[in-house]
Structures are given as structure tokens and as C-alpha cells.
């Protein structure tokens, strides 16, 4: 019983303070102690030498006591046998009294033993003890188990008295999935945009730069080298220029090309010098803008990773990133 908890012992001096809970039974404690893990403690003090801390079990509000007297140097053993039994009510009385440490340690102790049955709890929780982390805890855990999450006690229980909080939490799963949608496309076309950036230098390459082939043709190069001189070639000879699609490609490539070269001599590309005269007569659409000035971008972003010596962990993050986007790269020519 919290009754028979002896807070004043764990000091030399008396104990000044008796704290009333729940039940009725009182604890005697330090003021000078409370009051400096406190302010609000403190501010209760100072109006009456007994205080009331109501809403949580007299268990909760001694271990909530025996966290002030030992702040941070508490033992593990007792810490988590404290937080199993009392995690959600030493949040909430972390956060009325505002003891910011206790309050993270107890916020990160529910959001650990967190599970679908106590989902909608917790949530409520968050929202009210202004946890951030939990909350977003709960939103995880609710967006891959929502089946589970309502069949819980809580849920049924927000449907008969909280419908306002079941809306948010449904709002709040619909937000991410369009956020994770969002992301998935932005992710696939900046891989387009990669590989576009990456043909127009091999484009740039092929006709700028002498061959590294093999004497037998062999090589990643010179079969990247000839496969677009054979698409030239096709362009050039193709007497269907406006229903063929690969001649709609090179043709939109080497458009591409000539909006961002910036050689002061005379470009050895195909139509650069033509085209480039063409879009400063002619008004070139926004669009195309914006795809050019994207394309650009991930060309400088290529060089710069290639550049510059990343980290292994890093490394590894970004091939996960790209894993399933590798082969979502759509013909945007088409």
C-alpha cells in the first residue's frame, strides 16, 4: 500500500510534507525535494504543507515520488519493474507536474510495450500528455495492424464515447498512406530523371569523346556508344519520323541535350546548334522547362555522389531506397 511508503526516511532531515492520494492515505516526503523536481509541486507547497496528487493510483504516485527522490540515478531493475506496472500513469503525472525527464523516459517505456489491444489508449494518451513520440507510435502500429487495433476494448470503447478520436486516427492512417503514395512516385520519378540525365551523357559521350572499344566491339561503353549511333542513324533514315516511336525518343533526347548544353563552340551533337536556335525563336513550354531544369539537378546530385566518399551504412540505406524503384522507370517520351 502507498501507505506504508517512507519517503522521509531516504533523507536526514524530517519529513515536511505529507501527499494525499486517491485512496486517502498519505505519504510523507521533503518539500525541498519535491520542490525542485517540480514547479508545479513547488507551487503547491508553497500554498499548504499538505498536497493532493489525484488520478493515478497510490502505487503510481509513490513510484512517481520515489523517481523525484532518486532522479536520474535510480536503479535499471527498479526502473523497469516501475514502468511495467505504472508507465501510462507516470506519463500523465510526469506531464501535470512537468518533470520533462521522467516524462520522456515514461513516454519511451509505453511506447516499448505498446500493443494493438492498447493502441487507442495510448493514442488518447499522447494526445493528451502532449507525446509526440507515442503518438506517432500508436499511428505506426494502428496503419499495420488496423484489423487488430479495432477488435481492442479501446476502439470499441472511442465508438461509444470518442468518435472524434477514432476520426482522427482514421484521418491520420489515410494522411500517411497518401504521404507514402506521394513519396513512392516522387521516388520513381526522380529515377526517371537519373536516367535521363544519364543518357544524355552517354549521348554526350558517344559524340564527344574518342571510343574506349575493344578491338572486338566488346565493352559496356562502346555497346552504349553504338546503340545510339544506331539510333542517329535510324533518326536520320527512318522515312515514318512522326509515327515511329524510337525515332520520337533519340529526337526528344537530343532536344533534351541541346537545352542544357552550354559549350561555346560549336556542340558535335546531332541538331544541338539547330535546335537550340529553334527554342530561342520559339517559346518554350513551361513544362519542358521544368523537366530540363529537374533533369539538370540529378545530373549534378550523380556527380556529386560519385564524387564524394559516402559512408557504408549510407551506401546501404540508398540501394533499400532504390530497390523498388529500379524498375518503375516509365518511357516519359512516348
Not at 572486338?216 to 562502346?222: I, R, T
Given at each position: 500500500?502507498?501507505?506504508?511508503?517512507?519517503?522521509?526516511?531516504l533523507?536526514?532531515?524530517?519529513a515536511?510534507?505529507?501527499?494525499?492520494?486517491?485512496?486517502?492515505?498519505?505519504?510523507?516526503?521533503h518539500?525541498s525535494?519535491?520542490?525542485?523536481?517540480?514547479?508545479?509541486?513547488?507551487?503547491?507547497?508553497?500554498?499548504a504543507?499538505?498536497?493532493?496528487?489525484?488520478?493515478?493510483?497510490?502505487?503510481?504516485v509513490?513510484?512517481?515520488l520515489?523517481?523525484?527522490?532518486f532522479?536520474?540515478?535510480?536503479?535499471?531493475?527498479?526502473?523497469?519493474?516501475?514502468?511495467?506496472a505504472h508507465?501510462?500513469?507516470?506519463?500523465?503525472?510526469a506531464?501535470a507536474?512537468?518533470?520533462?525527464w521522467?516524462?520522456?523516459?515514461?513516454?519511451?517505456?509505453v511506447?516499448?510495450?505498446?500493443?494493438?489491444e492498447?493502441?487507442?489508449d495510448?493514442?488518447?494518451?499522447?494526445?493528451?500528455?502532449?507525446a509526440?513520440r507515442?503518438?506517432?507510435r500508436?499511428?505506426c502500429?494502428?496503419?499495420k495492424?488496423?484489423?487488430?487495433?479495432?477488435?481492442?476494448?479501446?476502439w470499441?470503447?472511442?465508438?461509444r464515447?470518442d468518435?472524434?478520436?477514432?476520426?482522427?486516427l482514421l484521418?491520420?492512417l489515410?494522411?500517411?498512406?497518401q504521404r507514402?503514395k506521394?513519396?513512392?512516385?516522387?521516388?520513381a520519378?526522380?529515377a526517371?530523371?537519373?536516367?535521363?540525365?544519364?543518357?544524355?551523357a552517354?549521348?554526350e559521350?558517344?559524340f564527344?569523346?574518342a571510343?574506349?572499344?575493344?578491338d572486338d566491339g566488346?565493352?559496356g561503353a562502346?555497346t552504349?556508344r553504338?546503340?545510339?549511333l544506331?539510333?542517329?542513324?535510324?533518326?536520320?533514315?527512318?522515312?515514318?519520323?512522326?509515327?515511329?516511336?524510337?525515332c520520337?525518343s533519340?529526337?526528344?533526347?537530343?532536344?533534351?541535350h541541346?537545352?542544357v548544353?552550354?559549350?561555346?563552340?560549336?556542340c558535335?551533337?546531332p541538331?544541338?546548334?539547330?535546335?537550340?536556335m529553334k527554342?530561342?525563336?520559339e517559346?518554350?513550354?513551361?513544362?519542358?522547362?521544368?523537366?530540363?531544369k529537374?533533369v539538370?539537378?540529378a545530373?549534378?546530385m550523380?556527380?556529386?555522389?560519385?564524387?564524394?566518399?559516402v559512408?557504408?551504412?549510407?551506401?546501404?540505406?540508398?540501394?533499400?531506397?532504390?530497390s523498388?524503384?529500379?524498375?518503375?522507370?516509365?518511357?516519359?517520351?512516348?
Amino acid at each position: 500500500m502507498a501507505s506504508s511508503v517512507d519517503l522521509g526516511a531516504l533523507r536526514p532531515s524530517p519529513a515536511d510534507v505529507r501527499v494525499v492520494t486517491s485512496d486517502g492515505s498519505t505519504i510523507a516526503a521533503h518539500s525541498s525535494v519535491l520542490a525542485s523536481a517540480s514547479p508545479v509541486l513547488e507551487r503547491m507547497i508553497q500554498r499548504a504543507p499538505r498536497i493532493r496528487i489525484l488520478g493515478a493510483s497510490p502505487d503510481a504516485v509513490a513510484a512517481f515520488l520515489r523517481f523525484l527522490y532518486f532522479s536520474r540515478e535510480a536503479t535499471a531493475e527498479w526502473v523497469e519493474t516501475a514502468m511495467a506496472a505504472h508507465g501510462p500513469a507516470l506519463l500523465a503525472l510526469a506531464h501535470a507536474h512537468r518533470v520533462p525527464w521522467l516524462k520522456q523516459r515514461a513516454e519511451e517505456a509505453v511506447a516499448a510495450r505498446l500493443t494493438a489491444e492498447r493502441a487507442v489508449d495510448a493514442l488518447k494518451l499522447a494526445r493528451l500528455c502532449d507525446a509526440p513520440r507515442l503518438y506517432l507510435r500508436c499511428a505506426c502500429l494502428a496503419s499495420k495492424d488496423l484489423p487488430a487495433v479495432k477488435v481492442s476494448e479501446g476502439w470499441r470503447f472511442a465508438a461509444r464515447h470518442d468518435a472524434q478520436l477514432q476520426l482522427d486516427l482514421l484521418q491520420l492512417l489515410q494522411d500517411a498512406d497518401q504521404r507514402k503514395k506521394r513519396w513512392e512516385r516522387e521516388r520513381a520519378s526522380h529515377a526517371v530523371y537519373r536516367e535521363l540525365s544519364d543518357a544524355m551523357a552517354s549521348l554526350e559521350h558517344a559524340f564527344t569523346e574518342a571510343s574506349p572499344c575493344d578491338d572486338d566491339g566488346s565493352g559496356g561503353a562502346c555497346t552504349g556508344r553504338q546503340g545510339i549511333l544506331q539510333l542517329v542513324r535510324h533518326l536520320a533514315g527512318c522515312g515514318n519520323k512522326g509515327g515511329c516511336p524510337q525515332c520520337k525518343s533519340i529526337f526528344q533526347l537530343l532536344r533534351l541535350h541541346s537545352s542544357v548544353c552550354d559549350r561555346a563552340e560549336p556542340c558535335r551533337v546531332p541538331l544541338c546548334s539547330n535546335l537550340k536556335m529553334k527554342m530561342r525563336a520559339e517559346k518554350v513550354d513551361e513544362t519542358w522547362r521544368l523537366l530540363v531544369k529537374k533533369v539538370a539537378r540529378a545530373g549534378v546530385m550523380a556527380t556529386l555522389a560519385a564524387n564524394r566518399e559516402v559512408p557504408e551504412v549510407v551506401k546501404n540505406s540508398w540501394v533499400k531506397y532504390n530497390s523498388g524503384s529500379r524498375n518503375r522507370a516509365a518511357a516519359i517520351f512516348r
